[in-house]
């Protein structure tokens, strides 16, 4: 069985936008992997915390986000949570959750990069410091995007 890129919710919608730009080197460079394996087919497996986008680090036993000053405890969780439900909507499909798998094609990334840009499931995206470069993305129409480019 191949095995399964493993997304927080949020991070949905972070693919839609994805430029390969991020934080550090490193970062792009395992996004643009992930993007990747995405694009080829793999499987999303929906995880709760850290997943295969963030670059982690182990504290005391426990893999942390190293960008979680951007991503703050306090509030991902919420709209990882925001991210899921609207993702499930547009998709026409029961509300996922932790565990939930799903693969994205053209069609799927094509229906949500709309919704996106027509402001029906950016609401996670709101305090989010990239929020102003990935309307600008969807105001180009997702012109630069990895995911799918046209």
């Not at 951007?70 to 547009?90: E, M, W, Y």
């Not at 709309?114 to 609401?123: D, L």
Request: charged residues 25%.
């Amino acid at each position: 069985m191949q095995n399964a890129v493993r997304l927080r919710g949020h991070h949905l919608l972070c693919i839609l936008c994805y430029c390969g730009e991020g934080y550090t080197p490193a970062f792009v460079e395992n996004f643009n992997a992930v993007v990747d394996q995405i694009a080829n087919g793999a499987v999303i497996e929906i995880v709760s915390g850290p997943d295969d986008i963030c670059v982690t680090l182990r504290v005391d036993g426990r893999d942390t986000c190293e960008h979680a000053k951007v991503c703050p405890k306090k509030s991902v969780g919420k709209n990882d949570a925001l991210a899921l439900d609207a993702v499930s909507r547009t998709l026409h499909m029961p509300t996922l959750k932790a565990g939930d798998r799903l693969k994205l094609g053209r069609r799927s990334v094509t229906a949500l990069r709309r919704a996106f840009a027509n402001g029906e499931i950016s609401r996670p995206c709101q305090k989010c410091p990239w929020q102003d470069f990935c309307s600008r993305i969807a105001v180009e129409n997702f012109s630069g995007v990895r995911l799918f480019p046209k």
